[in-house]
């Protein structure tokens, strides 16, 4: 059968506008829901859009095409934001975003596999993710596959031994075709990261681990692109894209406050938070953003 990836848009506004849709989603489902993670979700709509719209070699009519690239979330509590846009593309009916945690939903808490079409883990304990994605890399590599593996991870997992297990293994394999991108929000659910357990300086830390790393503005959807396009250009070792972001991004309320890193908006705060996000999307519209 001969598929064809989903054709790349490249238009840096329509992905700032998608990227805006996603966020009114990601509000939509948790107000409905009545529980979930708010801030990492947000911050990290603008990547997830880059990755989906422009980057992953994918097709929603086949999930399961041999020739995909696979992405695993290892931060599955920010999973609001990857069901939001597997929605908008085209994965499931955009409806089902407000079945969000409701019994016998296909959008749990965390990331089932089994569950929707274009999940490639089921996650839950942090720190597990980069594991499951170098072994997917690995075996690529072995079969000669073009395939790219893409792993998310938060920052607060790095406090996790696994991860830098993980992330040994990436180096000293030379795995080229894994890309970790570091939701770097700097906030976990108890407060900020360099109170609870310091991790900088993590650029060098993975240097010393053979990766090549880059920096990026996450919420610059170019910026973002160029990043995966880089990795995609050194051949000796696997890639951490660092995304340094505003958790709660686009929401004025929840921006840079630890408290909603665990929590959903009330009902009325879901208003006032689709209304800024409106506004928002008038000023992508006239390209005053």
Known sequence: MDIHPIVKITDIKKLKLLANLIRQDIIASLVAAGSGHSAGPLGMADVFTALYFNVLRHNPKFPFWEERDRF???NGHICPGLYATLANANYFPKKELLTLRKFGTRLQGH???????????TSGPLGS????????????????????????????????????EAA???GKNKL???TGILDRNNIQIDGHTEEIMPLEPLKEKYEAFNWHV??????????????????QTIYEKPTLIIAHNIP????????????????PPTAEQGKIALAELEVFRKKIEKGVD
Not at 215 to 220: I, K, L
């Open 72 to 74: 695993v979330l290892s």
């Open 111 to 121: 990331p089932h596999r089994t569950a929707l079409p274009g999940l490639e883990t």
């Open 129 to 164: 993710g980069l594991s499951q994605a170098a072994g997917m890399a690995y075996a690529l590599q072995m079969d000669k596959k073009k395939s790219r593996v893409y792993c998310m991870m938060s920052d607060g997992e790095q406090e996790a031994g696994q991860t830098w």
């Open 168 to 170: 040994m293994f990436a």
């Open 176 to 178: 080229r075709n894994l």
């Open 214 to 231: 880059i920096e990026v503005d996450a919420h610059n959807i170019q910026h973002v692109i160029n990043a995966c396009e880089e990795a």
């Open 248 to 263: 709660g991004k686009g929401v004025s309320f929840m921006e840079n406050d630890f408290e909603w890193h665990g929590k």
